[in-house]
């Protein structure tokens, strides 16, 4: 019934989109399978793969797959040894329409490559013999999902269109226009066709107590105050009071996901969803917890499964749902119980994304398994510490790419963060290469790269 469900909210959304802005010339459709391991063996790491410096291509000594090292000590010429990271959140879209170009934290901005594809290459954007080795932007932001040249970005509390092209930016969202006097505010993103803006703001994370959605065709903003309980000035149908750390609207613009922050009650859902269209919010109550992604109308958390004959517990588990309030606590697990790595154990955690979404069908997420050193004693397991695809069809079919080789013990910007592109064919990930890249003397810990993953897919998808 669910998956049914599913499929009827991507069929409404697939003819919402063939009216919508066309797609960026020279795209391609994302693959709905890839040629890799699929099996559930547990195949524990070889010794690390020794990594020259940037622009370096090795092959994945378990699996086979590309890895190249897309960053090293000397990137940012200003600031040699320094690290490189991609986005805390998968949401931030940073890869561009037609995944020739994406974007990594630096220090003081984010920098911007481009990708040949052919090659598997890449290459600072901006001139390159300037101090910072090339363009760098001050905020991050997410790139246009149907214009490769356009991304967007934070000044204050407004949304600018930056022109990679052209230099040139242009103010398309105003908070203060919404919320006279506003200030603070957090990452904004955009709908699929651009047509809609969101962005959180009035004070900083897990204290915002706005989130507001721009409708660019009708130039009307859209309002949830969740402080108050208030959308477009009217009571919510249920008791909010919480402030917001993270808000982001979906690829068919209608949804926005709230993580919620100060003010949500002990032992409840971190999870709500507002319906743009119809005002409703509703909390994400079953299966809620675990870092997500999501696609059109349909969003996947790393929700754990407890069940089976004993029971267990285990973390490697995802759960799919249709956004809309009045569903979004029917679920459909993605992997079959009977296949979850053994031993089951808590040990690990993930992130994972779906830049590569369809409005058309089902395909898979993508995304990293790590599990902490303090977990050494534990049975290696298959997943762990790998970098795969799930099949978000039905199928329960999982793709194992690679080792991500990035050791975590408690430091956040350790773990393997990661983007795959809107094609479904790179995956971009911060990694330590367990601990073979030196020392950062600005955060004063190990540094951390960004590396990049070819996804191999069949030649007709």
Same mark, same amino acid.
């Given at each position: 019934?669910?998956?049914?469900?599913?499929?009827?909210?991507?069929?409404?959304?697939?003819?919402?989109?063939?009216?919508?802005?066309?797609?960026?010339?020279?795209?391609?459709?994302?693959?709905?399978?890839?040629?890799?391991?699929?099996?559930?063996?547990?195949?524990?790491?070889?010794?690390?793969?020794?990594?020259?410096?940037?622009?370096?291509?090795?092959?994945?000594?378990?699996?086979?797959?590309?890895?190249?090292?897309?960053?090293?000590?000397?990137?940012?010429?200003?600031?040699?040894?320094?690290?490189?990271?991609?986005?805390?959140?998968?949401?931030?879209?940073?890869?561009?329409?037609?995944?020739?170009?994406?974007?990594?934290?630096?220090?003081?901005?984010?920098?911007?490559?481009?990708?040949?594809?052919?090659?598997?290459?890449?290459?600072?954007?901006?001139?390159?013999?300037?101090?910072?080795?090339?363009?760098?932007?001050?905020?991050?932001?997410?790139?246009?999902?149907?214009?490769?040249?356009?991304?967007?970005?934070?000044?204050?509390?407004?949304?600018?269109?930056?022109?990679?092209?052209?230099?040139? =930016?242009?103010?398309?969202?105003?908070?203060?226009? #919404? $919320?006279? *006097?506003?200030?603070?505010?957090?990452? !904004?993103?955009? %709908?699929?066709?651009?047509?809609?803006?969101?962005?959180?703001?009035?004070?900083?994370?897990?204290?915002?107590?706005?989130?507001?959605?721009?409708?660019?065709?009708?130039?009307?903003?859209?309002?949830?105050?969740?402080?108050?309980?208030?959308?477009?000035?009217?009571?919510?149908?249920?008791?909010?009071?919480?402030?917001?750390?993270? =808000?982001?609207?979906?690829?068919?613009?209608?949804? #926005? $996901?709230? *993580?919620?922050?100060?003010?949500?009650? !002990?032992?409840? %859902?971190?999870?709500?969803?507002?319906?743009?269209?119809?005002?409703?919010?509703?909390?994400?109550?079953?299966?809620?917890?675990?870092?997500?992604?999501?696609?059109?109308?349909?969003?996947?958390?790393?929700?754990?499964?407890?069940?089976?004959?004993?029971?267990?517990?285990?973390?490697?588990?995802?759960?799919?749902?249709?956004?809309?309030?009045?569903?979004?606590?029917?679920?459909?697990?993605?992997?079959?119980?009977?296949?979850?790595?053994?031993?089951?154990?808590?040990?690990?955690?993930?992130?994972?994304?779906?830049?590569?979404?369809?409005?058309?069908?089902?395909?898979?997420?993508?995304?990293?398994?790590?599990?902490?050193?303090?977990?050494?004693?534990?049975?290696?397991?298959?997943?762990?510490?790998?970098?795969?695809?799930?099949?978000?069809?039905?199928?329960?079919?999982?793709?194992?790419?690679?080792?991500?080789?990035?050791?975590?013990?408690?430091?956040?910007?350790?773990?393997?963060?990661?983007?795959?592109?809107?094609?479904?064919?790179?995956?971009?990930?911060?990694?330590?290469?367990?601990?073979?890249?030196?020392?950062?003397?600005?955060?004063?810990?190990?540094?951390?790269?960004?590396?990049?993953?070819?996804?191999?897919?069949?030649?007709?998808?």
């Amino acid at each position: 019934m669910l998956l049914k469900r599913l499929m009827t909210v991507l069929f409404g959304l697939a003819v919402l989109a063939a009216v919508a802005v066309a797609a960026a010339p020279g795209t391609e459709p994302a693959p709905v399978t890839y040629n890799a391991v699929t099996d559930m063996q547990p195949r524990p790491k070889p010794p690390v793969p020794t990594m020259g410096l940037s622009g370096t291509v090795i092959h994945d000594p378990t699996f086979g797959t590309r890895i190249l090292r897309v960053t090293d000590w000397q990137t940012q010429p200003n600031y040699p040894d320094a690290s490189f990271r991609t986005p805390s959140g998968s949401f931030v879209n940073n890869w561009n329409a037609d995944s020739t170009m994406f974007w990594v934290h630096g220090r003081g901005g984010i920098l911007l490559f481009r990708l040949d594809p052919e090659r598997m290459a890449v290459s600072r954007v901006g001139d390159t013999n300037n101090p910072n080795g090339g363009l760098i932007l001050p905020e991050p932001g997410p790139f246009s999902y149907r214009r490769p040249n356009i991304i967007y970005q934070r000044s204050g509390v407004k949304v600018q269109e930056y022109d990679i092209n052209t230099n040139q =930016a242009t103010t398309v969202f105003d908070a203060a226009a #919404v $919320v006279p *006097g506003a200030q603070g505010s957090y990452t !904004p993103s955009v %709908s699929d066709d651009d047509s809609r803006i969101c962005m959180a703001f009035g004070d900083k994370q897990d204290t915002h107590p706005y989130v507001a959605v721009l409708d660019r065709n009708t130039g009307r903003y859209h309002l949830l105050d969740t402080m108050r309980s208030r959308v477009d000035g009217r009571p919510t149908r249920i008791q909010l009071g919480f402030g917001i750390h993270s =808000a982001y609207i979906d690829r068919s613009g209608r949804y #926005v $996901v709230i *993580g919620k922050g100060v003010g949500r009650k !002990p032992n409840t %859902s971190e999870w709500a969803v507002w319906d743009v269209d119809t005002g409703e919010v509703a909390e994400i109550t079953n299966r809620w917890s675990g870092h997500d992604a999501s696609g059109f109308g349909v969003r996947v958390n790393e929700s754990g499964y407890v069940g089976g004959n004993p029971q267990f517990y285990e973390e490697v588990q995802y759960a799919i749902r249709p956004l809309d309030p009045a569903h979004v606590s029917e679920i459909r697990f993605l992997i079959d119980p009977a296949n979850l790595p053994t031993p089951h154990l808590p040990i690990t955690g993930g992130h994972f994304s779906w830049n590569n979404a369809r409005p058309d069908v089902l395909v898979p997420i993508v995304g990293s398994h790590y599990r902490e050193r303090k977990h050494a004693d534990k049975p290696w397991r298959a997943l762990d510490d790998e970098i795969i695809a799930v099949a978000t069809d039905g199928s329960g079919t999982v793709w194992r790419f690679a080792h991500h080789r990035s050791i975590t013990d408690g430091n956040f910007w350790d773990t393997p963060r990661g983007n795959v592109s809107q094609n479904g064919r790179w995956y971009l990930f911060t990694s330590n290469w367990e601990r073979k890249l030196g020392w950062d003397p600005y955060e004063k810990h190990g540094r951390q790269d960004i590396f990049l993953v070819e996804l191999p897919a069949p030649v007709n998808r």
